[in-house]
């Protein structure tokens, strides 16, 4: 699958409202695209110029289309969190019968690994039940850093997160109102486009969250080469919304987020951020720290674990989630 930057074509934008009635020859070209055409992120001058105007969301049964590419996830039975002892899907829970707060954690583009173990049980310590998720196994993927393969793409990322909430509100031990997403990086992205209520009516995969939490996703406009812009960042966020990202991130660059959110947040919009100083992307990956790599925008990227704000997101994560889907 190939990359480039470029604008995106003059005719081919469509917002929120407008994209309703997008003819069917608009839902071939996103089939066709995620098939294996591949797409463009926002890089140059002028494609940065053309993601300050206005969001660009898909119509819905182009979403519902691409999020189809891929058979859904079967979600495992609930086990105790001393049995997770590698990354993998798991559902795990603290002990006692609840009714509990529950997470759904979406990993990164490599799939699940240490760090979102270790969130795992971090949450479980705090009395939250979590589903860690895994898009990518499954479905024999070894990783979608470089674009979607085998029809996993955000719009299946997303339809996993909400399909993985509605597996949590069936057990009897969770609090069916209080089921919250958490991504990093691709699963971050994968979080910011489940706050949107366009995408998650256009899903049809349950009611979406009640709380929403995203550590450095990527915000730039995504430009496939036959189809449509795509805004990760929708304008039409409904529940609770923190963004954590850093200064020093080249991958996914906190500046592609910030003007956005601090747009929504004007217009009411309940989302929050917090900006950390010389901080690269993947701060809470220890197995990684010092790792380096050309990303799919050719930037050469470097990843260096903080221990200082890994502890520092960590408290920001869960009073955010304890005052928006925690105890009562």
Same mark, same amino acid.
């Given at each position: ?7 995106? =074509?003059?005719?081919? +934008?469509?917002? /929120? ?12 070209? *996103? ?5 294996? /055409? ?13 993601? $300050? ?27 105790? #969190?001393?049995? /997770? ?32 173990? %270790?969130?795992? +049980?971090?949450? #479980?310590?705090?009395?939250?039940? #979590? ?20 029809? *996993?793409?955000?719009? =299946? ?11 949590? $509100? +069936? ?10 997403? #958490? ?5 971050? %992205? ?23 939490? %995203?550590?450095?996703?990527?915000? %730039? $406009?995504?430009?496939? =080469? ?14 609770? /919304? ?73 408290? =920001? ?10 105890? $009562?």
């Amino acid at each position: 699958m190939s990359y480039s930057s470029g604008k995106p =074509r003059s005719g081919a +934008r469509h917002c /929120l409202n407008a994209g309703m009635d997008a003819p069917a020859a608009m839902f071939r070209t *996103v089939l066709t695209l995620l098939l294996g /055409l591949g797409v463009a992120l926002a890089g140059d001058a002028a494609a940065q110029e053309g993601a $300050r105007q206005a969001l660009s969301a898909w119509p819905a049964e182009a979403v519902l289309g691409a999020a189809s590419l891929a058979e859904d996830l079967k979600f495992p039975n609930a086990e105790t #969190v001393d049995a /997770l002892t590698s990354p993998r899907m798991a559902l795990v829970k603290p002990e006692g019968g609840g009714p509990f707060a529950a997470l759904v954690i979406m990993h990164q583009c490599s799939g699940p690994k240490q760090a979102v173990l %270790s969130w795992a +049980r971090k949450a #479980v310590e705090r009395q939250y039940v #979590v589903l860690l998720v895994d898009s990518l196994g499954p479905r024999g993927v070894d990783s979608v850093c470089y674009g979607p393969k085998a029809g *996993v793409n955000f719009f =299946r990322g997303v339809r996993d997160a909400l399909q993985a909430a509605e597996h949590l $509100r +069936r057990q009897p031990f969770v609090d069916r109102d209080r089921v919250a997403l #958490v991504g990093f990086s691709w699963g971050a %992205s994968v979080a910011v486009m489940a706050a949107s209520r366009h995408y998650v009516a256009a899903l049809q995969a349950g009611k979406g969250f009640a709380a929403i939490a %995203s550590f450095y996703p990527l915000c %730039s $406009r995504v430009l496939p =080469r036959n189809g449509p812009p795509l805004d990760v960042v929708n304008n039409d966020i409904a529940h609770p /919304l923190l963004v954590l990202m850093g200064e020093a991130d080249t991958e996914t660059p906190a500046s592609d987020c910030i003007e956005k959110l601090q747009t929504l947040q004007k217009a009411g919009a309940p989302v929050d951020w917090h900006l950390y100083p010389g901080t690269t992307h993947c701060w809470d990956c220890a197995q990684l720290d010092g790792f380096s790599k050309t990303d799919v925008r050719g930037h050469y990227v470097e990843y260096h674990f903080r221990e200082d704000v890994t502890a520092d997101s960590e408290n =920001r994560l869960f009073t955010f989630l304890n005052v928006t889907a925690g105890r $009562r």
